[in-house]
């Protein structure tokens, strides 16, 4: 393997491990559960690279860090202010309460770093408001798989719930911090956050298995077809990719291994690949071609996971400000 076959992850172990322990572990300290697990993954899985490969990698990060200042911002309403001024108001109010009511939610954040297993143990047989309100806080991926732990029975509920709940109110973030006073014998502090809604819904949709997705979205559109419909027409696709800009498709492909893309593209539509190849450079898109020719027969289930990993990249791509989903005039980012 060689750094141009990396992605992100892929590099920022690197990093990590070329700086030493001490170093590493307090980079990690400032990054969220998610983050942790996938370098940490990342890290394990790393094969043998040459000094080359290594000496790459810690020069495309001098590059980039030269490009960054130093001033720091320790202000909770200067942030405020900037989300705002870049977001607009409604955008930015659900990032706002994730970064700096969060900070403050010990008991919600310890469910970040558990296994997607254990968070579904502790809330399996709470109320599917409490449980809507649980995944609305987690990020996307970690919803939908605490999600797949729960019955069949009760994760159509959970999701209309999502993609029905308008902000928290006092008398739920309550009940709440009880259930978590109980699990973790610790008291949170709480306060009000606008999270769940459609797009929540979606999202967490998103990194469902598509038998299950399916399931899901049709025995909501059997209680209330026109919220089922808005949570699709939220839900982003593989074969959505279309519809990005040749940027954003550019900014995409630097952010995915090669072996991954090649996996999704299996079983991606004509229209997909196209878009895919067009934005790559002659050379790199003819070795794709070939790649994709000689790939054997690849499960259905493995495309889908290769296609939601990369669906994750665009989504954290979007979160970032570096591309926008549904075109330029979009109000939505996912």
């Not at 993954?41 to 490009?67: H, I, K, W």
């Not at 928290?168 to 610790?186: C, M, R």
């Not at 593989?238 to 492909?253: E, G, N, T």
């Amino acid at each position: 393997m060689t750094t141009a076959e990396l992605d992100g992850t892929g590099k920022a172990a690197i990093f990590l491990m070329a700086i030493g322990e001490e170093a590493a572990a307090k980079v990690l300290q400032h990054m969220g559960p998610r983050e942790v697990q996938k370098i940490g993954t990342a890290m394990a899985a790393m094969p043998s690279l040459s000094r080359r490969d290594v000496s790459r990698v810690l020069m495309e990060f001098n590059d980039a860090a030269e490009d960054q200042t130093a001033i720091g911002v320790g202000s909770d309403e200067y942030v405020r202010k900037v989300l705002r001024n870049a977001l607009g108001e409604d955008k930015a109010n659900n990032l706002i309460d994730r970064i700096l009511t969060g900070r403050d939610s010990k008991g919600l954040e310890a469910l970040k770093w558990m296994d997607p297993r254990q968070v579904a143990e502790i809330i399996r047989l709470e109320h599917p408001q409490i449980i809507a309100i649980v995944l609305s806080y987690l990020d996307a991926d970690q919803a939908a798989e605490t999600l797949s732990y729960l019955p069949d029975r009760v994760q159509p509920d959970v999701v209309m719930r999502v993609a029905t709940l308008d902000g928290i109110q006092p008398h739920a973030l309550h009940e709440l911090d009880q259930i978590l006073e109980t699990q973790f014998s610790v008291n949170t502090n709480v306060k009000s956050s606008s999270m769940g809604g459609l797009r929540s819904a979606a999202n967490i949709l998103n990194f469902m298995d598509s038998s299950t997705e399916s399931v899901i979205l049709e025995t909501i559109s059997g209680n209330d077809e026109g919220l089922s419909q808005k949570i699709q027409d939220l839900m982003f696709t593989f074969d959505d990719l279309v519809d990005l800009d040749d940027p954003a498709i550019q900014r995409l492909l630097r952010e995915v291994s090669g072996e991954n893309l090649v996996v999704a593209l299996k079983g991606a539509e004509e229209k997909v690949r196209a878009k895919v190849f067009r934005n790559m450079s002659r050379r790199a898109s003819e070795m794709l071609r070939d790649d994709l020719d000689s790939k054997g027969p690849v499960k259905l289930s493995d495309v889908e996971t290769a296609q939601k990993e990369i669906l994750s990249v665009v989504r954290r791509l979007a979160e970032e400000g570096e591309i926008a989903i549904g075109g330029a005039s979009s109000e939505q980012y996912v």
